[in-house]
């Protein structure tokens, strides 16, 4: 059976950095069946193919770890034939099913689960060029990745630097009296960057926007509970993004290299009567080290950030979204050669509408505030800030 993390095991390898799970066990009710991907041959957005030893019947839920995981009704039952896995006589069976959230099958229990989030070559799905990843320490290299300014040749704001993360996901889930009661999904630890912002233009500019997806990974976790599989699939994405405008010509280059202590959570209470039961917060901790060179006076704006959102997946179904932004905002004060710069981090989780994997409490949407964590300085050409 492949990538697949047994708990209590899985508390020692990846909860003992964090605080202990209270309780790891999740209790199937008597029409529940699980199937290990290992017996599972195909699947399609409503049919299984499967060859088990296991008695299955029209009624029952299956759980199953293929693929990115499922959560199924079995509504039609036909028996295929038989055959030999391992020495082990097994039935084959073609099922049909539907789709149902997890609280069907659990008759109570809980579960706390903390994973690292590697950030590597190997789980890259997509890359812009300017964007590298170096394996082992998962630092992000920004070279030269161009925003071009429009209406004006050559003009553009241009963004070099690193950032390096050591963040790690965590989601506790709680049954009670045959629904969720409690869902947490978090993203919490250090986030490191040195981001620079050049803009160069030789000409004024209207004010524009511009935000690109510059890199992505697909994380797949996978744990055994009591025996119930518990998949998510994590889906880390870079994102940048730049805004501007300026009266004439500018060249003017303003950085950060800040380490962040950040934390991120979108929680659902089904007693909390407010936002369909959800909330978030998020905190953060930082040492900004803002850098500044300012030789073209103007008047103007400019400003970028680059930082992680992590898409999360629970058995294949669109979840949580959880997002920490470092960020530039600088006002150009004109001739007189000063500028304010605020500098900081955004934190922020949302979620779809239809996120009733887990639960029909979780289904509605909602799209949290924008929590913002920031200093601001006053800058004078042609490199002083000073704190203010």
Same mark, same amino acid.
């Given at each position: ?16 950095c ?10 199937l009710?008597p029409?529940?069946?699980v199937?290990?991907?290992?017996e ?5 957005a409503? &049919?299984?193919?499967v060859?088990t030893?296991? &008695? ?18 079995i ?7 038989t ?34 989030l590697?950030i590597?070559e ?5 890359a ?10 998962g630092?992000?290299?920004?070279t030269?990745?161009?925003f071009d ?17 050591t963040?790690k996901?965590?989601?506790d889930?709680k ?6 009661e ?29 935000n ?8 797949k976790?996978?744990?055994v ?13 870079l ?7 300026? !009266? ?7 950085g ?13 209470n ?15 901790s930082?040492a900004l080290?803002?850098?500044f060179?300012?030789?073209?006076p103007?008047?103007?704006? !400019? ?9 999360v997946k629970?058995?294949?179904?669109a979840?949580p ?6 960020f ?6 004109g001739n007189?050669g000063?500028?304010g ?23 509605t ?7 913002e964590?920031?200093?601001?300085f006053?800058c004078?050409?042609p490199?002083t800030?000073t704190?203010?």
């Open positions: 059976m492949k990538a697949l993390i047994w708990l209590p095991l899985a508390t020692i390898l990846l909860v003992a964090g605080p202990a799970a209270p309780q790891n066990n999740l209790d009710k029409n529940a069946v199937l290990l991907e290992d599972v041959d195909s699947v399609t409503t &049919d299984m193919n060859q030893d296991k &008695d299955l019947a029209a009624g029952q839920i299956v759980i199953s770890d293929e693929a990115e995981g499922l959560v199924r009704r509504t039609e039952v036909t028996q295929a034939g055959g030999e896995v391992n020495g082990q006589a097994v039935r084959k069976f073609y099922l049909k099913t539907e789709d149902v959230p997890l609280e069907e099958a659990i008759a109570s229990g809980s579960v706390s689960l903390e994973s690292d590697n590597g190997a789980t890259m799905v997509q812009l060029d300017g964007v590298s990843v170096q394996n082992f320490t630092r992000i290299n920004l030269n990745v161009k300014i429009p209406g004006v040749p050559g003009g553009s704001v241009t963004l070099n630097g690193f950032i390096e993360q963040l996901p965590r989601f889930l049954f009670s009296n045959g629904s969720v409690l869902f947490k999904a978090g993203m919490g630890g250090t986030l490191k960057a040195s981001i620079t912002a050049t803009i160069q233009a030789n000409a004024s500019y209207s004010p524009f926007s511009l690109k997806e510059l890199a992505s990974w697909s994380i976790r996978a744990f509970v009591g025996s119930v599989p518990v998949v998510v699939v994590l889906q880390p994405k994102i940048a993004g730049v805004s501007s405008n300026a !009266g004439g010509k500018v060249t003017v280059q303003v950060i290299t800040p380490t962040f202590t950040t934390n991120v959570e979108l929680d659902y089904r007693s909390r009567t407010t936002n369909g039961g959800w909330n978030n917060t998020f905190a953060a930082f080290n803002p850098t060179n300012y030789s073209v103007v008047q103007g704006t !400019g400003n970028a950030f680059a930082g992680l959102v992590m898409d629970f058995y294949g179904v979840g979204s959880l997002e920490a932004r470092p530039i905002n600088l006002t150009l004060n007189n000063t500028a710069l605020k500098t900081g981090i955004n934190g922020q989780s949302k979620v779809e509408a239809g996120f009733k994997v887990l639960g029909k409490g979780l289904e949407s909602y799209d949290g505030p924008s929590i964590q920031a200093r601001t006053s004078q050409a490199s800030c704190a203010n």
